[in-house]
Nanobody, 131 residues
């Protein structure tokens, strides 16, 4: 079991920026795909960004974004630090949510990670954007 711990959530004004981090307590090399999900009460969890190895064992990565965040959010990973990130810019009130990081050992192919595919969840960090 690899625990994932998020940090970086905060309350910001619309138009502001935040950087979320997700630190794994052990090596992330075996985690082929990592993602950030949003949780809003009454709605199903949705991945807004995923980063996956392009092929098994590859050092090349592909990123996937939901339409709602494309062009504003950037997902990245640093396996040397066992950490991955979500850079969020031009934040909007509708981005308000609990952000949870997630990971799986299999590749993400063709799009964002589905919640049913998640093998490891973080606890979540709250992002609140006020207008």
């Amino acid at each position: 079991q690899i625990d994932l711990v998020e940090s970086g959530g905060a309350s910001v004004q619309a138009g502001g920026s935040l950087r979320l981090s997700c630190a794994a307590q052990r090596a992330t090399n075996g985690l082929a795909c990592m993602a950030w999900f949003i949780q809003v009460p009454g709605k199903e969890s949705e991945a807004v960004a995923s980063i996956s190895r392009a092929r098994p064992g590859s050092r090349q990565f592909v990123q996937y974004y939901s339409d709602s965040v494309k062009g504003r959010f950037t997902i990245s990973r640093d396996d040397a630090k066992n950490t991955f990130y979500l850079e969020m810019t031009n934040l909007r009130p509708e981005d308000t949510a609990t952000y949870r990081c997630a990971a799986k050992t299999l590749l993400c192919r063709g799009g964002n990670m589905a919640s049913s595919e998640v093998e490891i969840w973080g606890q979540g960090t709250q992002v609140t954007v006020s207008s």
